[in-house]
Structure formats: structure tokens, C-alpha cells
């Protein structure tokens, strides 16, 4: 397997135009978790699916961000409209069952928003 | 709220010594910690983990030691290697999700 996989790597916006972040996890597990990286606060969990249903979306920051996961196999993270303090590294990370194992990460997307 | 707290935003260390890197966190329902570690431009990933079962597991050259009472867990890496070089997250689950502290950059000098 090739791990999870998150795309774009690198997003630069503009101040209110829609982003939107992907990510595959990997076949088979059944929890996929978004977490935004800051410098000051570090990895936070924005929103956790298990088996493609939302469970846990009280670390969205605003009505701006939403998250979908229409199969297994893929999700996204949408934020409409951006702004300049959404600037930040995200991560989507993909276990094989309870959150209490370990979580498989991807490479990120660092977004810019000007 | 910050639930799991890494007070140390950087570690400095000689190589061959000992690193240790601290966490706290202050919901009592967590039961399993978990340390990442993190290169530049790549996603974390797993190092070590402990039940709260347990108070110590050892890996190779890395230990993670829990002490319950005072909601305190720490990462021992001996001997520390330039390799090790990177920042380390402290993670927390209560079996429902999976929270993270804001890191400890470690480096290890030659």
C-alpha cells in the first residue's frame, strides 16, 4: 500500500476563494482523522470519520470548513471561503481500528492563503 | 482547551547522551499515549506507545514512562543519535479520538 495520500502538497489562495484538501487513506482501515498543524498550538483535530460517517467535528474551526467522505477510499476538507489565518499545514491520517492505535499519516498539505 | 500539553517547544542535546522529552495532559479518561515523531516535510509518524496499564515500554533505544497520578508521561531516547533530530509529538486517545500536543523539536548535535 502507498500509505495515505493527501493532495495538493502545496495550495496558495487567494482571501475568499473555496480550497479544497483530498485524501486517500489506507485500504482497509476504517478511521480517517483531519488535523491542521499550527505553530502555536500544534497538531489539532479538526474532524474524525469512522467508517465514512462523521463522528467528532467539534475541533472545526468555523461554518467555512466542512469535511465529506463520500466512500471508503476518499475525503475531503473544504474551506469556502479562506482567509489568511487558515494558513497552515494540514494532515489526514488513517487507522486500522479504534483511535487507540496507531494513526498512519500523509505528507500534508501546506496551504497559503494571500 | 489544550489537553495534552508539551511545555518544551525545543531540546538540545549531545549525541550519545540522553534526550528526554516531557507531556502532560489533563483529561483523566485518556488510556493510551502514543509518541510521533516528525521530519521536515513529511507527515508524522508512529514511534512508541503505552497503555495506561502500563507505566514504562521500551523500544530499542526509546522509552516511554506513564506516571497515572501525576498525568504525566516522558520519552527517553538513549543514546541519542543526530538522527533523532526532529519534533516529537505527545499523543492522548480516550478510545474515541486521538489528541496531540503542540511538539518538542529535538536536536542532536554531533
Known amino acids: 500500500d502507498a500509505g495515505v495520500i493527501q493532495s495538493p502538497r502545496h495550495e496558495v489562495t487567494e482571501m475568499g476563494q473555496e480550497v479544497t484538501l483530498r485524501c486517500k487513506p489506507i485500504?482497509?482501515?476504517?478511521?480517517l482523522f483531519w488535523y491542521r498543524q499550527t505553530m502555536m498550538r500544534g497538531l489539532e483535530l479538526l474532524i474524525y470519520?469512522?467508517?465514512?460517517?462523521?463522528?467528532?467535528d467539534s475541533g472545526m474551526p468555523e461554518d467555512r470548513f466542512s469535511a465529506k467522505m463520500p466512500n471508503a477510499s476518499f475525503s475531503t476538507l473544504k474551506i469556502q471561503p479562506s482567509e489568511p489565518r487558515d494558513s497552515a499545514v494540514y494532515f489526514c491520517?488513517?487507522?486500522?481500528?479504534?483511535?487507540?492505535?496507531?494513526?498512519?499519516f500523509g505528507q500534508g498539505t501546506r496551504l497559503t492563503v494571500v | 482547551d489544550q489537553q495534552v500539553k508539551q511545555n518544551s517547544p525545543s531540546l538540545s542535546v549531545q549525541e550519545g547522551r540522553i534526550s528526554i522529552l516531557n507531556c502532560d495532559y489533563t483529561n483523566s479518561m485518556f488510556d493510551y499515549f502514543l509518541w510521533y515523531k516528525k521530519y521536515p516535510a513529511e507527515g508524522p509518524t508512529f514511534l512508541i506507545s503505552?497503555?495506561?496499564?502500563?507505566d514504562k515500554n521500551e523500544d530499542g533505544r526509546f522509552t516511554v514512562f506513564l506516571n497515572k497520578s501525576a498525568k504525566h508521561l516522558s520519552l527517553h531516547i538513549v543514546p541519542s543519535q543526530p538522527g533523532d533530530s526532529a519534533v516529537y509529538f505527545c499523543?492522548?486517545?480516550?478510545?474515541?479520538?486521538?489528541?496531540f500536543g503542540a511538539g518538542t523539536r529535538l536536536t542532536v548535535k554531533p
Open positions: 499523543a492522548a486517545s480516550d478510545g474515541n479520538d486521538m489528541r
Open positions: 470519520f469512522n467508517n465514512n460517517v462523521p463522528i467528532d
Open positions: 491520517a488513517s487507522s486500522l481500528t479504534s483511535p487507540n492505535t496507531e494513526a498512519f
Open positions: 503505552i497503555s495506561s496499564i502500563k
Open positions: 485500504s482497509g482501515h476504517d478511521y
